[in-house]
């Protein structure tokens, strides 16, 4: 297991003869080029400075003035605010937030203004009031306080304990090259992480732990990620209570709440539009088609599809197939299906058992 330390750096260019400032450079001539005695014009380091002051950018010269072995701090901010404080697309509070900056996040500065700062954290760029940022000297100070401790996963698949070794019980399984955060120390080469609401261990022979910083996102970013944890709480739900789903998180409920958001729409002998009409077999197929799960287009083809289970076993999603396969249903739970039944009812809700069950078949 290999150890990384990641932090972000900035360099500074120095070549001989140059003295860099934001914006300006000055040359002079490096000492031992030659046996005149160097010279620096009038206009020189005084009045770059000077010059640096009346624009107004004081500031930006002391974030680069600040002294450290390495310049690790020159540009690096770290949050101070409550749970978060908007990064905006502009330096006013009336203008649109793109992202949020959390209390644990760090950022790189990239401009300051009066009473405001043009950071980047993670892929959020944008403007944050100067007072929710710690800068400069004291920035290197706390640093150690915003680090964070992950592991990233090597193994294709690997397993969650709920102690360390291979006798414990699994809690849930991780894939390559997700990363977790660790929330303590290792112990006898297991690290203890946080995978969602759950806290486990993981063997150290197949993750490689990193110290890191945390960052903001974008807004676009938090719309996908609460969309990411809300399928994997429908999906923890959803195996709790029993109900298949797949190993794309795709569970039969969800299957079904799809399903009924067209009953009413028209039934169309050989159709497969959930909206302009379908017969029983295309509206089977078309709904199982939107979350990625490729299905035959007749019912006598369906009846060997996935895996047979009895009625008295079945569950949301489960496919129920009629008379000699000749029909085919989507089983609700409850003793109901949703179909295509026919031209005269279209796509509609009925019992399970209306007419004589042929088979069921799971397909998740």
Known sequence: ?????????????????????????????????????PFVQASGIESVLEECYETEVKENIDLYLVPTEEGEYLNMAFSDTGDYTYIRSAPDEESEWVGKLYKDSAAQVLEYLDGWTKIRSGSAEGYVPADTLITGSDAEECAGDYENDTVTVTASVLNVRNGQGTDSGILTQIAMDEQYQVTGDPVDGWYPVKVGDIDGWVSGEYVTEETSYSYGETKEEEEERIEEEKARQEQAEAEASGIPVNSDGVSGQAVIDYACQFVGNPYVWGGTSLTNGADCSGFVQSVYAHFGVSLPRTTYDMVN????????????????????????????????????????????????????????????
């Open 1 to 37: 297991m290999g150890k990384t330390h990641i932090r972000q750096k900035m360099v500074l260019s120095a070549v001989a003869g140059m003295i860099m400032i934001p914006g300006s450079a000055l040359h002079v001539t490096a000492a031992g080029d030659t046996d005149e005695q």
């Open 305 to 364: 599809s996935g895996y047979a289970v009895s009625y008295e076993e079945a569950q949301p999603g489960d496919l129920i197939l009629y008379g000699d396969a000749g029909h085919v249903g989507l089983y609700m739970g409850d003793g109901n299906i949703v179909n295509a039944l026919n031209a005269e009812k279209g796509i509609c809700i009925c019992s399970a058992t209306y007419s004589n069950i042929y088979s069921v078949r799971r397909v998740l």
